[in-house]
């Protein structure tokens, strides 16, 4: 009698520790993160984005190349813009930047001046062809501030692109 | 063993649940943290920029608020582009610039000391020492919901430091020879934030001015520079045509250091002047004397003034030139005890302030009160020195600039109230009233009165200047004089600095008395300038009057009159003066109707005091050499009288004092060219019961107005 029993228990813990593992492997499975190889490329072109622009940021890249002293564009800082981007962008990479200059707006927010970004572009500075970004294989965004000497507060929207996936 | 095997899977569900959570940190990690060192370096990027902007604007303007103001709206609005920016990351920022962060630990730098002293308020600026920074502080904090990121907090710290080595080494140097000139040389060292030295500076990067004595302009000095790496710098200087500065001047220099993000900071090799004046009026006086108290004058070239004279400097000493910084940067302490008394010297600030003159020194511009410049050679730095204690004759005052940018203006002590035609000025010892608007009132024939205390009332004194001529009253061939016939006339300018006042006018307007009528061409011009210091016994007056066609009138022409009584009632009950020879005559005014006096009632042996007192109340004009000089001579000797009257109404007490005293014949003419021009106290007291006159106020303090008893200066030196 005492012996049934203890087999009884037995195959209860079994059943229950294959219970849990069955639940535990089938929740790891969905806890997972998504495909690493994704999600670490976007990481990484966002990272290459901010090493970008910043180590041009460092270099006082932004203070003469695109806004002159009195704030007015500077003639032909797009293509500047463009060709600077363009030699520091490795084969398979390919970028889209829109440029804004943060202004105060003739509006009010509760009684503070409101501050908007007014964009500067006038054509699209890029390598790519129109459509590009639509059948890349990981994009990624990139927010980017920057002042310059002269107290112009430039944003950058770097949108950068593998053409084909790792 | 059930048991066992419970214990394993929940340590295998824990370690589980950790692995994601640290996968899923490492992936925020990436994005967070380009996201925040962004902001981190922009923060800093218009930092510099506010902080360079605020440099220049302040050097430029000499006065923090627009500045500031500017700053604060350059700091808010780049606060505002950055939510804005990264408000679709979902990052909420808070920034803070109330805090403050100390950046200059107290310390010694080769014989400067300096306090503990910090950046607060967002920007900061010591200056105009031999230790000078700029500096800007400001936090943020950040939290990015979207990511799970919260609390992060970040400073930042912006400066420049200037360090020079201005004492012992630099004050005892001979110079370096370069190509046979002599250049002196001035050492720096200059750090910015986190000690970091700044070491990428040139020529371009310094100024330094020192003071040309042949023009009386700061100029700017001839540089080599020499960077000697690690941030330290030896400035080589000579004079702007590359020549030695001279001996007298090249220790005073001001340097002006601009790093290449555009941030100022100004330091001079020198944070004082200390003056030794001896006053000479009352040395023979051995109790207290508690209103001697000078109004003085300081120009940028070290030379001081007492009524426009510049004062006599003993032996070799030679003036030292004032630095152009903010005028709101200038105070002046003062010894009480004597030159020795050293404590006072270091904290006894006594009244000062800054006026704006035109480029003749001579009258004073509209923006006589304007403290938003830099001190400059069309200004006066006035302050109030005091000889009170028993024994006192030899004072030292101290001319210092403070270092602390946000220097407040002086506080306003001197008050002006407009009361219809009237102009009353209250300096905290009297009220002076002026008609200020025309010059002269309708009916009345005065244009300045003193009253005393801080509003006008009935006890008070007229004056009227330069009364001259009469005509037959009542016109046109009346039995009896009015006179003056014409009086100078003009709108009195009046402006109040903190501690002094002036009224000034220049014109040749002309009033004729007995018309009531005023006209902007006489035969004259006249410059009168009235200056009220505060809390003094006495006001200053100038006057400057040429006349420029030939007049002829009837007989009679005074300097200064002093009146009481009339329409306000008010009678002074006595007069007095001092005779040539230093004793005093004094009787009391006729208690009826005196009438007109001829000239013989007047006196001719006056001396430099004459008054109108009672027991209570007593006022006094004390001329200048000047002034009894041109009243002698303006018709030549023995025709000046001192006339005490009663009006022939008996309505008016007059002290007149006259170069050509009232008569009733004849007529007198005043050629073209002929000057008047003489200076003058008028001091109020306290009333008198007449005694030997020895202690009496008129006697005691006359001197301070005559020239020969001028202070003088016994020593200056400056210090760090």
Same mark, same amino acid.
Do not use: C
């Given at each position: 009698m005492k012996q049934r029993r203890g087999i009884a228990r037995l195959i209860e813990v079994i059943l229950a520790s294959v219970l849990l593992t069955s639940s535990l492997s089938i929740s790891y499975y969905y806890l997972r993160p998504a495909n690493p190889n994704v999600q670490r490329g976007i990481d990484d072109l966002d990272k290459y984005g901010f090493d970008l622009l910043g180590s041009l940021a460092q270099k006082g890249g932004f203070d003469d190349t695109i806004l002159n002293q009195t704030g007015a564009?500077?003639?032909?800082?797009?293509?500047?813009?463009?060709?600077?981007?363009?030699?520091?962008?490795? *084969?398979?990479?390919?970028?889209?930047?829109? *440029? $804004?200059?943060?202004? $105060? &707006?003739?509006? &009010?927010? &509760?009684? &503070?001046?409101? *501050?908007?970004?007014?964009?500067?572009?006038?054509?699209?500075i890029t390598n790519s062809v129109p459509g590009a970004f639509s059948y890349a294989a990981q994009v990624s965004q990139v927010t980017f501030v920057y002042t310059t000497s002269s107290f112009y507060t430039l944003v950058f929207l770097l949108q950068l692109a593998r053409t084909s996936a790792r | 063993m059930a048991a066992l095997v419970m214990v394993l899977l929940i340590f295998? @569900?824990?370690?589980?649940?950790?692995?994601?959570? !640290?996968?899923?940190?490492?992936?925020?990690?990436?994005? !967070?943290?380009?996201? /925040? =060192?962004?902001l981190r370096e922009d923060f800093g990027r218009a930092l510099v920029d506010v902080l360079a902007n605020f440099t220049q604007s302040y050097s430029q303007l000499a006065e923090m608020e627009t500045p500031r103001f500017r700053a604060f709206d350059m700091y808010t609005f780049w606060t505002a582009a950055a939510a804005r920016s990264f408000a679709p990351e979902g990052i909420q920022l808070t920034f803070n610039t109330s805090g403050q962060e100390l950046v200059q630990p107290a310390g010694t730098f080769f014989g400067y000391s300096t306090p503990n002293e910090y950046v607060g308020n967002l920007t900061k600026l010591y200056w105009y020492a031999p230790q000078s920074f700029s500096a800007i502080y400001s936090t943020f904090d950040a939290n990015i919901t979207a990511l799970g990121f919260y609390d992060w907090h970040e400073e930042g710290l912006y400066l420049l430091n200037v360090t020079m080595d201005a004492g012992p080494d630099f004050q005892t140097q001979s110079g370096t020879s370069i190509n046979g000139v002599t250049y002196y040389q001035l050492n720096l060292t200059i750090n910015r934030e986190n000690g970091v030295m700044v070491d990428d500076l040139g020529a371009s990067n310094f100024r330094v001015e020192y003071y040309d004595q042949p023009s009386n302009l700061w100029m700017n000095a001839t540089l080599i520079v020499g960077n000697n790496g690690g941030g330290n710098y030896t400035l080589y200087v000579a004079n702007a045509n590359g020549q030695m500065i001279p001996q007298t001047y090249w220790k005073y220099l001001m340097l002006f250091t601009q790093d290449n993000r555009g941030i100022i900071v100004e330091s001079y090799t020198y944070t004082y002047i200390d003056y030794t004046i001896q006053e000479n009026a009352l040395t023979s006086v051995s109790g207290s004397k508690p209103d001697e108290t000078y109004d003085l004058e300081m120009l940028d070239n070290g030379t001081m003034l007492w009524y426009n004279t510049p004062l006599v400097v003993s032996?070799? @000493?030679?003036?030292?030139? /004032?630095?152009?910084?903010?005028v709101k940067q200038f105070r002046v302490n003062s010894t009480v005890n004597g030159p020795s008394d050293l404590t006072n010297l270091a904290s006894n600030t006594v009244p000062s302030q800054v006026e704006v003159w035109n480029p003749d020194l001579l009258t004073p511009s509209l923006q006589f009160a304007n403290w938003q410049l830099r001190f400059n050679s069309s200004e006066k730095l006035v302050f109030e020195i005091n000889y009170g204690n028993a024994g006192i004759h030899q004072q030292t005052a101290r001319i210092c600039w403070l270092t602390d940018g946000d220097a407040a203006i002086p506080a306003p002590l001197v008050n002006i109230?407009?009361?219809?035609q009237f102009t009353d000025i209250t300096n905290g010892q009297y009220t002076l009233r002026l008609v200020a608007n025309g010059g002269y009132s309708v009916a009345i024939d005065w244009s300045m009165s003193m009253s005393p205390g801080t509003s006008y009332g009935s006890e008070h004194i007229e004056y009227t200047l330069t009364g001259v001529g009469w005509s037959p009253y009542p016109p046109p061939n009346g039995a009896g004089s009015w006179f003056p016939d014409i009086l100078p006339y003009g709108t009195w300018t009046i402006i109040a600095g903190p501690i002094r006042a002036v009224a000034f006018r220049d014109t040749s307007a002309v009033w004729g008395s007995l018309n009531n009528t005023g006209s902007a061409n006489g035969p004259w011009s006249h410059n009168e300038t009235i200056l009220i210091p505060y809390n003094t016994k006495y006001w200053q007056l100038y006057e400057n009057l040429h006349w420029t066609t030939t007049y002829t009138d009837n007989v009679y022409y005074d300097f200064l009159t002093m009146i009481s009584g009339g329409a306000q009632g008010g009678y002074v009950a006595n007069w007095a003066y001092q005779t040539?020879?230093?004793? @005093?005559?004094?009787?009391? +005014?006729?208690? #009826?109707?005196?009438?007109?006096p001829a000239a013989s009632n007047g006196y001719t042996d006056f001396g430099y005091w004459y008054s109108q007192f009672q027991s209570d109340f007593g006022e006094a004009v004390m001329p200048s050499t000047a002034f009894v000089n041109s009243l002698t001579n303006m018709f030549g000797h023995g025709n000046a009288h001192l006339t005490p009257w009663v009006s022939g109404d008996y309505s008016r007490h007059v002290l007149d004092d006259d170069a050509m005293p009232f008569t009733t014949t004849g007529t007198m003419t005043l050629k073209a060219n002929t000057p008047e021009v003489w200076t003058a106290g008028i001091w109020l007291f306290n009333?008198? !019961?007449?005694? #030997? +006159?020895?202690?009496?106020?008129?006697?005691?303090?006359?001197?301070? +107005?005559?020239? =020969?008893?001028?202070?003088? %200066?016994?020593? %200056? !030196?400056?210090? %760090?």
């Open positions: 564009p500077l003639p032909d800082w797009q293509h500047q813009l463009q060709i600077a981007l363009g030699s520091m962008m490795p *084969v398979g990479l390919i970028f889209n930047v829109t *440029v $804004y200059e943060a202004v $105060y &707006s003739s509006g &009010s927010i &509760s009684g &503070s001046d409101l *501050v908007v970004l007014n964009l500067l572009n006038t054509q699209n | 295998s @569900v824990a370690i589980s649940v950790y692995n994601a959570q !640290t996968q899923y940190q490492q992936l925020l990690y990436d994005q !967070t943290s380009q996201v /925040i =060192q962004n032996g070799s @000493v030679n003036p030292i030139p /004032i630095p152009l910084a903010p109230t407009i009361n219809g040539a020879t230093g004793g @005093v005559r004094w009787n009391s +005014f006729a208690s #009826t109707n005196g009438g007109s009333g008198y !019961t007449p005694g #030997t +006159f020895s202690d009496s106020a008129p006697q005691i303090y006359y001197k301070m +107005f005559v020239e =020969q008893y001028y202070p003088t %200066i016994m020593n %200056i !030196t400056a210090g %760090i």
